[in-house]
């Protein structure tokens, strides 16, 4: 009898401990019937990733791969689907192929756009996502036969490909494969985006 109800309490401490059968932190979306009002709770993350340029001019110069730092929020409003909003900074420094000009290039890319979300497993979920980004870009030329400072905006697309995963029921971690579809207009227009792969730590309030 002692040793049933020492077991027992074992069980019960490790579910609490590690959140099985309480409610995700990202929603266990095919669980349960859920209504379209916001239900789930706000759940954010801090990423990283290796961000590896498309495009060849912007590659020739910077290089590949470049290290990019994001912060974003979401939320599940409905049973499979998601808003978020992300802002990522990228910064690096390199040099011109013909004549060996140091340059060094900043963007701050704002996006936001929506997710579907779907469980293969109680503590994991898939998202493919869609979304609309606007990028800001600073560009220091150490020449003196271009201008020195170029400030340039644009609007363009990104689309995601993911996985959460909830070890707690207020913690996650985010494996992901984003591309960025971004051109600038320079001299000529230059694709600035690119692939990204990388991984974030997150936290629900």
């Not at 910064?91 to 704002?110: C, D």
């Not at 030329?141 to 271009?146: G, I, L, P, Q, Y």
């Not at 984003?178 to 309030?205: E, H, M, N, P």
Request: some cysteine.
């Amino acid at each position: 009898m002692k040793k049933s109800l020492l077991l027992a309490l074992v069980l019960l401490s490790s579910q609490s401990l590690f959140g099985w059968g309480a409610r995700r932190c990202i929603p266990v979306c095919c669980e349960v019937e859920t209504p379209i009002a916001g239900i789930d709770k706000i759940h954010f993350d801090g990423r990283i990733a290796a961000f590896i340029p498309t495009g060849d001019r912007f590659r020739s110069i910077y290089g590949s791969p470049i290290a990019a730092y994001e912060f974003e929020i979401g939320k599940i409003f409905a049973k499979h689907y998601e808003i978020w909003a992300n802002v990522d900074y990228v910064t690096t420094s390199g040099s011109t192929p013909k004549f060996h000009s140091k340059t060094s290039y900043r963007s701050v890319n704002l996006s936001g756009g929506g997710k579907y979300v779907f469980r293969f497993h109680p503590q994991a979920n898939l998202y493919l996502g869609l979304g609309i980004n606007g990028a800001f870009v600073h560009v220091h030329n150490d020449s003196a036969f271009v201008k020195r400072n170029v400030n340039k905006d644009g609007v363009g697309g990104v689309a995601k490909l993911g996985l959460y995963f909830e070890p707690t029921t207020h913690f996650f971690m985010e494996f992901f494969v984003d591309y960025l579809y971004q051109t600038i207009q320079f001299q000529s227009r230059v694709q600035v985006g690119g692939v990204k792969i990388g991984g974030g730590i997150g936290a629900c309030f």
